[in-house]
């Protein structure tokens, strides 16, 4: 057994109170060190103006990607609705050239057009209404007059004769609603011929065909 300084050995109550006093300044210690505390700079992470900015940026190059898809869509709805009615335009003057008359095209709406041609080659004209791309309207004009008129206020027919002609010039104009879009145009000429987004001025007549009686006897020599 241990003795103190004294000789006299220590009883259990003084270890145990010293056990104690020691375990009580331990525990000060630990709840008296001060606490680290971790503060956002720069370098841990972006802060609210910034991430408004990107946000902001972001929003911006959308809505000018779906305006530009949003234009480019419907100027390719546009030039698909002019070529088709081109076709549709050549086709009655083909069929009329074939059956000698008889095909045509009616415009008496804004937003389609009725053909009547021989579709399944029976000799017949069936009718075929077309209707043009949602946003797309359809007016004409009657050179050398600048007006354009609305077909459907005042309808109009696109008739070709056994020639493959018409009796008059017709300006159609297609237009989409959509501001940044360009309208296209389709020239039926007189003769029949047909052009794209061309422009008619100045008086318009139709050809006066060539005489075409010929003498048998003209330029032929006689054979003796």
């Known amino acids: 057994m241990s003795r103190s300084l004294f000789g006299r050995p220590p009883s259990g109550n003084t270890v145990l109170g010293f056990t104690r006093r020691v375990s009580k300044r331990i525990r000060n210690k630990m709840t008296n060190v001060p606490k680290k505390t971790h503060r956002l700079t720069s370098d841990a992470g972006v802060g609210v103006v910034e991430l408004i900015i990107v946000v902001a940026v972001v929003g911006i190059v959308s809505v000018l990607a779906i305006m530009s898809f949003q234009r480019s869509s419907r100027s390719f709805n546009l030039a698909g609705a002019t070529r088709n009615l081109s076709t549709y335009l050549e086709k009655a ?21 009725t053909a009547n041609i021989d579709f399944d080659g029976s000799g017949t004209s069936t009718a075929r209404t077309i209707t043009l791309p949602a946003g797309t309207s359809l007016r004409y004009t009657l050179p050398p007059a600048t007006t354009s008129i609305d077909p459907s206020v005042t309808p109009i027919t696109i008739t070709y004769d056994w020639r493959g002609r018409t009796a008059s010039t017709v300006v159609l104009s297609l237009t989409d609603s959509f501001a940044n879009v360009s309208s296209s145009t389709v020239v039926v000429g007189a003769a029949g011929d047909l052009s794209t987004d061309t422009t008619v001025t100045g008086p318009v007549t139709a050809p006066t065909p060539q005489n075409t009686s010929v003498t048998t006897t003209t330029g032929i020599k006689g054979m003796h």
């Open 93 to 113: 003057r083909v069929d009329s050239v074939r059956r000698h008359g008889g095909a045509n095209l009616v415009l008496n709406s804004a937003t389609g057009y």
